[in-house]
């Protein structure tokens, strides 16, 4: 569903993404930061497409995989002459889709999950005109061996999750923070901050927001072996 507000001054950002969780770590990273402001949101390349016609927003951040392909409506919106910088946010993706997305005038490309400040630096950049590319994603081009392969994060190990850690990992799914996880769960935030690293290590994820979206995907793959059970 589409939302918006209007906005005078700040950097008027449009946030475009199927996981509402994702959608929800930007706006309080950018909530700490003063000089940016959200005014719109949507889950759908359609929507992207409706909301920077409507708002004119200086950065648009755009999920590569959403219902209608984000990569086709970044192309719509520069074919329109939006002045609107597009950063592309993605899990994990291949060279050919790489070079699409900047290909249809895509302004930056960058994986979900980078730290909030290294985001704030990137929005910033491609405001002053310049192309960013996740280091990542960046060396993937630039080399020759298996150029079409996933850039996927390390495979997940759950079971070796501990039982406690499994309570934690479903708390910070939901979007609790470890304050609130140790309320929950009756114990220090300190005991939390200790399990957070080693947990993140097994999954393969750098971050709280990392670790959310393995969930989320986790879950619906068990859902659907259940349904064709």
Not at 1 to 21: A, P, W
Not at 93 to 118: H, I, S
Not at 172 to 191: D, F, M, P, R
Request: with cysteine.
């Amino acid at each position: 569903m589409i939302s918006h507000k209007k906005v005078i001054n700040d950097v008027s950002v449009v946030v475009v993404d199927d996981h509402e969780l994702l959608r929800r770590g930007i706006r309080e990273t950018l909530k700490e930061h003063p000089g940016f402001k959200i005014v719109g949101e949507g889950s759908s390349a359609d929507e992207a497409v409706v909301l920077v016609s409507r708002l004119r927003p200086d950065i648009l951040l755009l999920d590569v995989s959403l219902p209608g392909d984000g990569v086709v409506a970044a192309e719509k919106i520069k074919h329109t002459r939006s002045t609107t910088k597009i950063i592309m946010l993605t899990i994990y993706e291949n060279r050919a889709t790489v070079k699409a997305a900047l290909n249809a005038g895509a302004d930056g490309y960058v994986l979900k999950g980078v730290d909030g400040n290294d985001l704030v630096t990137i929005i910033k950049t491609c405001l002053k005109g310049e192309r960013h590319v996740s280091p990542e994603l960046a060396a993937r081009l630039l080399t020759d061996e298996n150029l079409d392969q996933p850039i996927a994060p390390a495979t997940p190990q759950w079971s070796t999750l501990s039982s406690r850690e499994r309570q934690i990992l479903d708390l910070v799914a939901l979007g609790h923070n470890n304050s609130e996880i140790a309320k929950e769960l009756k114990l220090t935030e300190n005991t939390i901050k200790h399990y957070i690293t080693p947990m993140f290590l097994k999954l393969g994820v750098r971050n709280r927001t990392e670790a959310a979206l393995l969930v989320g995907s986790k879950n619906r793959s068990a859902r659907k072996q259940r349904a064709k059970a």
